[in-house]
Nanobody
Framework: QVQLAESGGGVVQAGGSLRLSCVFS????????MGWFRQAPGKEHEFVAA????????YYADSVKGRFTISRDNAKNTAYLQMNNLKPEDTAVYYC????????????????WGQGTQVTVSS
C-alpha cells in the first residue's frame, strides 16, 4: 500500500521561497513517476510539475516554469518541490501524487495522493 505525506507548506511573502517535501511509503518508490498538483479555493486541481522515476525527465506548467523545480531522492523515498519567487496566485493546497508509469501531467493518471499542504503567499 502506497502512502504519501507532504510537508513544508506555510505562509510566505511574495518573492519568497518554500520547499515542499513528499515522503513515499510503500514498495519501490523508484518505479513511480511523481507529480505535484495544487488546488486553490473554488478551483479544480491544477498540474504543477512532474518527474519521471530516474529524474532524467521533468515537466512543468507554464505558470511555474523558471520559478519551481521538482526533484527526487530515490534513496530517501522523497520528492521535492522547490518554489522560488512565489506570487499571491500560487496560494493553494499543494498535493503530491504517484503514478506507476511514464511521465504525465494528467490528474487522472495518478494512482496515489497525499493529503496536501497549504501554501499561502501574501502580497
Amino acid at each position: 500500500q502506497v502512502q504519501l505525506a507532504e510537508s513544508g507548506g506555510g505562509v510566505v511573502q511574495a518573492g519568497g521561497s518554500l520547499r515542499l517535501s513528499c515522503v513515499f511509503s510503500g514498495p519501490i518508490f523508484s518505479s513511480y513517476a511523481m507529480g505535484w498538483f495544487r488546488q486553490a479555493p473554488g478551483k479544480e486541481h491544477e498540474f504543477v510539475a512532474a518527474i519521471n522515476w530516474s529524474a532524467a525527465s521533468t515537466y512543468y506548467a507554464d505558470s511555474v516554469k523558471g520559478r519551481f523545480t521538482i526533484s527526487r531522492d530515490n534513496a530517501k523515498n522523497t520528492a521535492y518541490l522547490q518554489m522560488n519567487n512565489l506570487k499571491p496566485e500560487d496560494t493553494a493546497v499543494y498535493y503530491c501524487a504517484a503514478e506507476g508509469g511514464t511521465l504525465t501531467s494528467s490528474f487522472r493518471d495518478f494512482d496515489y495522493w497525499g493529503q496536501g499542504t497549504q501554501v499561502t503567499v501574501s502580497s
